[in-house]
């Protein structure tokens, strides 16, 4: 049984050292009230960040699920009630085989009689690149139908401590059977950077 332990052991150490880093933030108690101690110092910093979301809920391997849905959800035109629990891929380019920068994880849901309208509860959470590691948090009404969409960035975290920004979303395609979709994000983010 020793011998077992001393084997996981060494296999759990050798996969840690093969698995690539996020970008080194310090999330320790310390290091965090350090950062909080430094921020008078800290110079903001604007970034423009752009990628394509996939909200793929139909087929073998769905990235948005029903969870939920109300008693009239099924009958409501504008699908009340109806909650999703999403993992969507954040890619470079429109097409799924493009690079995952990212993924969006969260909750939408049919927030409105009135039009097609989700509320958004969403981390982008990126893993690659130098905002590997790091988040924006996302609180919104989406009103999926209109051109342009704009939800508030709401905070983030690694990097983009403290992140406050507009994510503008247009949807540039979408199946009507399937409710499949890939939307094109551009962000305008702004955070400190303190060092």
């Known amino acids: 049984m020793e011998k ?91 097409g799924l085989d493009s690079k995952i920068i990212g993924r969006a994880q969260g909750i939408y849901g049919g927030a409105s009689f009135e039009e097609i309208g989700l509320l958004m509860t969403l981390n982008l959470v990126f893993t690659e690149g130098k905002y590997n590691g790091s988040t924006l948090s996302v609180l919104a009404h989406n009103p999926i139908l209109d051109k342009y969409r704009e939800m508030p960035i709401v905070g983030g975290s690694g990097v983009f401590r403290l992140a406050r920004g507009i994510a503008t979303a247009q949807t540039t395609w979408f199946n009507i059977t399937s409710q499949d979709a890939v939307v094109e994000y551009n962000v305008m983010v702004l955070y400190y950077v303190n060092k």
Do not use: Q
């Not at 391997?61 to 954040?90: W, Y």
């Open 4 to 94: 077992l332990s001393t084997i996981l052991v060494l296999f759990f150490i050798a996969f840690a050292i093969t698995i690539p880093t996020a970008r080194c933030i310090d999330k320790r108690p310390k290091a965090v009230e350090a950062w909080f101690k430094n921020l008078p110092n800290a110079k903001e910093k604007l970034t423009k960040l752009h990628f394509y979301f996939h909200d793929t809920v139909s087929g073998e391997n769905p990235s948005a699920i029903t969870v939920a849905e109300a008693n009239i959800t099924r009958t409501s035109p504008t699908s009340f009630g109806l909650v999703r629990m999403m993992d969507n891929p954040l890619t470079v380019g429109p």
